[in-house]
């Protein structure tokens, strides 16, 4: 019952932004957690952002200073604004959210991709 819905991404030139959302339904509790990552042709999935319930955030070293992960707790939405964009950004963008309590359980979104053209 619990779906993640992902938005917001595109094609976009070097040094552009794009604003990715992600709106979770089927929930009566705000996740511990949310999270974006991302995955690239050949390469692993990286985590690229998060954000706990407390707002803490923690960012990838590449995106630090360029991406900003925030959440919308009333709209279950999390948001993930990217600027400087880079073509090494290029990837599959994928939301997770981390259930609350002692049994964490993860739920993602069908990621969405982000093209970032030189």
């Known amino acids: 019952q619990v779906q993640l819905v992902e938005s917001g991404g595109g094609l976009v030139q070097a040094g552009g932004s794009l604003r990715l959302s992600c709106t979770a339904s089927g929930i009566i509790f705000s996740f511990k957690s949310m999270g974006w990552y991302r995955q690239a042709p050949g390469k692993q999935r990286e985590l690229v952002a998060d954000i706990t319930s407390g707002g803490s955030t923690n960012y990838l070293d590449s995106v630090k200073g360029r991406f900003t992960i925030s959440r919308d707790n009333a709209k279950n939405t999390a948001y993930l604004q990217m600027n400087s964009l880079k073509p090494e950004d290029t990837a599959v963008y994928y939301c997770?959210?981390?259930?609350?309590?002692?049994?964490?359980?993860?739920?993602w979104g069908q990621g969405t991709q982000v093209t970032v053209s030189s």
């Open positions: 997770k959210g981390v259930t609350p309590g002692s049994i964490m359980i993860d739920y």
